[in-house]
């Protein structure tokens, strides 16, 4: 079965430092990983996706994350926190179920930025 | 392009009564997605519809329905409410059944009391 687990369910950055939001996925095959953003009163917005392809995956708003097979991990960074960064992070796997496809999310990292 | 809407933004039952929520898909997408997400956690898989037909379902109790119509909007109906039904109800469509990018609405807030 496909699960992804988020290491942290707070993550509190200074502005101008590093963000690193850990993820650990569990996937009986070559998984697809997802990471999505939700702002306040705003609907998920998708960061990144890993199929694949190269194993450091850029997204946008200066977010990366790469896929570590020996660690089973997907963890998210920028190298430099925004205010505008504050939201609710969330790592998913994609999983195939039944002959269907399925969205399987994580429980969620908040991240919080300080000035 | 508009993305994809959800109608109403909020709405508050009472338990037992039955609900519809409704979903515009981004046009051109043929796929239709439904998530619950409860206060304090991710969002979890209810549907998939694609071309019209259901194509994934999670673990939801039957009172959880949908359906697809031929302009590729999508109904959300829940019968028989209860106070555990209160979430924030999510749509998302795609191009197709693959998922690769899921593009999602603002969601409907849903009170049961």
């Known amino acids: 079965a496909q699960s992804v687990t988020q290491l942290d369910s707070h993550v509190s950055v200074s502005e101008g430092t590093p963000v690193l939001l850990r993820c650990n996925y569990s996937?009986?095959?070559?998984?697809?990983l997802f990471w999505y953003v939700q702002h306040p009163n705003k609907g998920l917005q998708l960061l990144l996706k890993?199929?694949?392809?190269?194993?450091l995956v850029k997204g946008i708003n200066g977010f990366e994350a790469e896929f570590k097979k020996s660690e089973t991990s997907f963890h998210l960074t920028k190298p430099s926190a925004h205010m505008s960064d504050a939201a609710e992070y969330f790592c998913?796997?994609?999983?195939?179920?039944?002959?269907?496809?399925?969205?399987?999310f994580g429980a969620g990292t908040r991240l919080a930025v300080h000035p | 392009d508009a993305g994809v809407t959800q109608s109403p933004t909020h709405l508050i039952k009472t338990r037992g009564q039955q609900v519809t929520l409704r979903c515009s898909p981004i046009?051109?997408?043929?796929?239709v997605s439904w998530y619950q997400q409860v206060l304090g956690q991710g969002p979890q898989f209810i549907f998939q519809?694609?071309?019209?037909?259901?194509?994934g379902r999670g673990n939801f109790p039957d009172r959880f329905s949908a359906r697809q119509f031929p302009n590729y909007s999508s109904e959300l109906n829940v019968n028989a409410l209860l106070l555990g039904d209160s979430a924030l109800y999510l749509c998302?469509?795609?191009?197709?059944?693959?998922?690769?990018?899921?593009?999602f609405g603002p969601g409907t807030r849903l009170t049961v009391l």
């Open positions: 519809y694609y071309e019209k037909e259901e194509r």
């Open positions: 998302a469509s795609s191009l197709g059944q693959g998922f690769d990018e899921q593009f």
């Open positions: 890993y199929t694949s392809a190269a194993t």
């Open positions: 998913v796997v994609r999983a195939i179920s039944g002959g269907y496809n399925k969205l399987i």
């Open positions: 046009s051109g997408h043929k796929s």
């Open positions: 996937s009986s095959y070559s998984p697809s």
